[in-house]
């Protein structure tokens, strides 16, 4: 099976560290999406409960006839008391840590990686078509290190800015394994 993960397109946020802070997405974000996801093959279209993702969802699967559902698994890591926040705002010393090692160094009140892993993979396993799914950039990664074995800090040498597309073959079983087949930035 094929899955495709499009990161959702550009915010009114931009500049602001987003995770549960929804964010209006802009029209040149929608539209990027929307060209990005064109010709794909799919069966199901998923986002996260998010604005920045339902929009582009939205549209994606009205262009296909299909009905786009939300899953709040596939939302961004909770970034706690940075949610919002503008990346100067926040201790940078503590922002390098938690970049560095995001399962050992997590924002006050906020989310630890291998959660975000866990809720993914739980959200992969009910998976069972060609699927896009219309997510953040956090829930990609946590993909990947889920499908493929791969973990921090080999995951921030994945670039994977606004309206990317991620796509993987998926095998069924347990555990699901997975293989990067395409990458558009």
Do not use: Y
Not at 169 to 177: A, E, F, L, Q
């Amino acid at each position: 099976m094929v899955l495709h993960l499009l990161r959702h397109g550009v915010t009114e946020a931009e500049g602001r560290l987003i995770g549960r802070t929804d964010a209006a997405p802009r029209a040149e974000g929608l539209a990027l999406c929307a060209a990005r996801a064109s010709g794909l093959a799919v069966e199901a279209v998923i986002h996260s409960d998010l604005a920045r993702t339902r929009a582009p969802a939205e549209r994606i699967a009205g262009a296909r006839g299909l009905a786009a559902r939300p899953d709040a698994r596939w939302r961004e890591l909770d970034f706690g008391d940075w949610d919002g926040l503008p990346f100067d705002a926040i201790d940078a010393p503590a922002l390098a840590a938690f970049q560095g090692d995001p399962g050992c160094h997590v924002p006050p009140k906020g989310e630890a990686w291998p959660a975000l892993v866990a809720r993914v993979d739980a959200a992969l396993a009910d998976i069972d078509r060609p699927t896009l799914v219309v997510t953040h950039g956090g829930a990609m990664r946590a993909a990947i290190a889920s499908l493929c074995a791969i973990d921090f800090p080999q995951l921030w040498n994945i670039a994977l800015p606004h309206a990317a597309l991620l796509s993987l073959r998926v095998w069924p079983g347990t555990p699901r394994i997975g293989q990067i087949i395409g990458l558009v930035t």
